[in-house]
Nanobody, 115 residues
Framework: VQLQASGGGLVQAGGSLRLSCVASGGIFSISALGWYRQAPGKQRELVAKVTSDGSTNYADAVKGRFTISRDNAKNTVYLQMNNLKPEDTAVYYC??????????WGQGTEVTVSS
């Protein structure tokens, strides 16, 4: 499985970005998908995840601002990020967990939010 993330960039506080992650290989539709982030000097943390049946889970820090979604026809998972804050600045990684509970990671896409 290979994951290719895109959509990061520089945005002012209050702005929006949409991250995309395209998967190749594996069986996308039965995989759990997630977005994680890692800020400088901090550990990687879960941002949001979506299961194969569409159930979602969010970190408290992003609830009400971020939305994760998946398009199985396009093997793509999205993260819509609204009302961005400087503390959202991080490298964002997409994650796929397959039927055998193997973890796969994308290369990361950088998000910088200026105040």
């Amino acid at each position: 499985v290979q994951l290719q993330a895109s959509g990061g960039g520089l945005v002012q506080a209050g702005g929006s970005l949409r991250l995309s992650c395209v998967a190749s290989g594996g069986i996308f539709s039965i995989s759990a998908l997630g977005w994680y982030r890692q800020a400088p000097g901090k550990q990687r943390e879960l941002v949001a995840k979506v299961t194969s049946d569409g159930s979602t889970n969010y970190a408290d820090a992003v609830k009400g601002r971020f939305t994760i979604s998946r398009d199985n026809a396009k093997n793509t998972v999205y993260l819509q990020m609204n009302n961005l804050k400087p503390e959202d600045t991080a490298v964002y990684y997409c994650n796929l967990v397959n039927w055998y509970e193997n973890n796969f990671w994308g290369q990361g896409t950088e998000v910088t939010v200026s105040s």
